[in-house]
T-cell receptor
Framework: GDSVTQMEGPVTLSEEAFLTINCTYTATGYPSLFWYVQYPGEGLQLLLKATKADDKGSNKGFEATYRKETTSFHLEKGSVQVSDSAVYFC????????????FGTGTSLTVIP | SQTIHQWPATLVQPVGSPLSLECTVEGTSNPNLYWYRQAAGRGLQLLFYSVGIGQISSEVPQNLSASRPQDRQFILSSKKLLLSDSGFYLCALLLAGEYEQFFGPGTRLTVL
């Protein structure tokens, strides 16, 4: 079945450091891929998405590229800020499974000044 | 654009008491609706989803139930809460023809 495997956390970085959070997936068809962000005490917000292979999603300085050959969708940011401290979830959905969403376990990021 | 409301925002309940959490949506019709639970420090667990009024699919057998009495209302219930029901409950919707789910602000439930 479909699944998402996400880099274990927590991750602690200094401000302006480079961020990578790894995400790989297993899917039977051609999924859409997502990164969601959850700030403390809040619901999830869509950060970026990619709906087909080689698409790059980007938002707020974050980027992720849909790599079909490696079944990956790693999240990157060149220079993190304290305000980026949150939990990040990788997810996929697939039309073949009725648009069911499959989430990774989440990666907690703390950015220190 | 669509808006998701969840009520209440926080709740503290004793073990064995009943539960009713409400999710209402605005700005859309006939969405798919979902209930997730997030236990402390853990990922999201899909509990129920609904593709229409009165249609509920359960992902995990447990002491919780869900109902969709109206197109824009999704209710999560329990007759007797367990300690393990503590967590952050999130309602989400998926619009027809869209790819991403939109999430509500969540309800923090503590069972004592």
């Amino acid at each position: 079945g479909d699944s998402v495997t996400q880099m274990e956390g927590p991750v602690t970085l200094s401000e302006e450091a480079f961020l990578t959070i790894n995400c790989t997936y297993t899917a039977t068809g051609y999924p859409s891929l997502f990164w969601y962000v959850q700030y403390p005490g809040e619901g999830l917000q869509l950060l970026l998405k990619a709906t087909k292979a080689d698409d790059k999603g980007s938002n707020k300085g974050f980027e992720a590229t849909y790599r079909k050959e490696t079944t990956s969708f790693h999240l990157e940011k060149g220079s993190v800020q304290v305000s980026d401290s949150a939990v990040y979830f990788c997810a996929l959905s697939e039309v073949d499974t009725g648009n069911q969403f499959y989430f990774g376990t989440g990666t907690s990021l703390t950015v220190i000044p | 654009s669509q808006t998701i409301h969840q009520w209440p925002a926080t709740l503290v309940q004793p073990v064995g008491s009943p539960l009713s959490l409400e999710c209402t949506v605005e700005g859309t019709s006939n969405p798919n609706l979902y209930w997730y639970r997030q236990a402390a420090g853990r990922g999201l667990q899909l509990l129920f989803y609904s593709v229409g009024i009165g249609q509920i699919s359960s992902e995990v057998p447990q002491n919780l139930s869900a109902s969709r009495p109206q197109d824009r209302q999704f209710i999560l219930s329990s007759k007797k809460l367990l300690l393990s029901d503590s967590g952050f409950y999130l309602c989400a919707l998926l619009l027809a023809g869209e790819y991403e789910q939109f999430f509500g602000p969540g309800t923090r439930l503590t069972v004592l």
